[in-house]
Antibody
Framework: EVQLVESGGGLVKPGGSLRLSCDAS????????MNWVRQAPGKGLEWVSS????????YYADSVKGRFTISRDNAKNSLFLQMNSLRADDTAVYYC???????????????WGRGTQVTVSS | SSEVTQDPAVSVALGQTVRITCQGD??????ASWYQQKARQGPVLVMF???NRPSGIPDRFSGSSSENTASLTITGAQAEDEADYFC???????????FGGGTKVTVL
């Protein structure tokens, strides 16, 4: 069974930094694009960033561009999110999600981790 | 960037049928996928590519797509279907992903 396990969340002061990790297992990690998605308290899902199989293509939501950096290590089956200049509105549960492409115009996040809580507060 | 919009909430009587919709111009080009999120749990994929159910999703869930609208239908809703449902699609430039605001489904 596909497994995605996030870690690295915690409490950080505004302006601070955190590095999230997502450890993948039971599938060929390098065969999939990967994503980070977050959910603020009581709010909906927000796509944060994506990275292609070998890191060639990287995209960010406008809300995090210039502050967050996504990366991956296929040798270690790991996905990362470096978060700098954190703000109160970055407070959320952060999920990593595997992206599955199954035909023209068809994409889905077919596996999700349980998430890691990031709280930005003074 | 393009958006996809959903009705915030809908209710359905036990055993009846409910349809949730997702609208956006980018849905003319890209299929939506649908995610179920129960209280205090992570999202689960329930529909993709218009009308494809992942393994393990009950066949009371079905999907469709037309023009700028994607739909998720629950036929014979059960108590365990009470959850938030989110649609997702690619943005108009095809590089980013975008979620709808979610629809809270209450089973009465």
């Amino acid at each position: 069974e596909v497994q995605l396990v996030e870690s690295g969340g915690g409490l950080v002061k505004p302006g601070g930094s955190l590095r999230l990790s997502c450890d993948a297992s039971h599938f060929t990690f390098s065969a999939y694009d990967m994503n980070w998605v977050r959910q603020a308290p009581g709010k909906g899902l927000e796509w944060v960033s994506s990275i292609s199989k070998f890191g060639t293509y990287i995209y960010y939501a406008d809300s995090v561009k210039g502050r967050f950096t996504i990366s991956r290590d296929n040798a270690k089956n790991s996905l990362f999110l470096q978060m700098n200049s954190l703000r109160a509105d970055d407070t959320a549960v952060y999920y990593c999600a595997r992206e599955f492409y199954y035909g023209p115009g068809s994409y889905a996040f077919d596996s999700w981790g349980r998430g890691t809580q990031v709280t930005v507060s003074s | 960037s393009s958006e996809v919009t959903q009705d915030p909430a809908v209710s359905v009587a036990l055993g009846q049928t409910v349809r949730i919709t997702c609208q956006g111009d980018n849905l003319r080009r890209y299929f939506a996928s649908w995610y179920q999120q129960k209280a205090r749990q992570g999202p689960v994929l329930v529909m993709f590519g218009g009308d494809n159910r992942p393994s393990g999703i009950p066949d009371r869930f079905s999907g469709s797509s037309s023009e700028n609208t994607a739909s998720l239908t629950i036929t014979g809703a059960q108590a365990e279907d009470e959850a938030d449902y989110f649609c997702m699609s690619r943005d108009s430039d095809g590089n980013r992903l975008v979620f709808g605001g979610g629809t809270k489904v209450t089973v009465l």
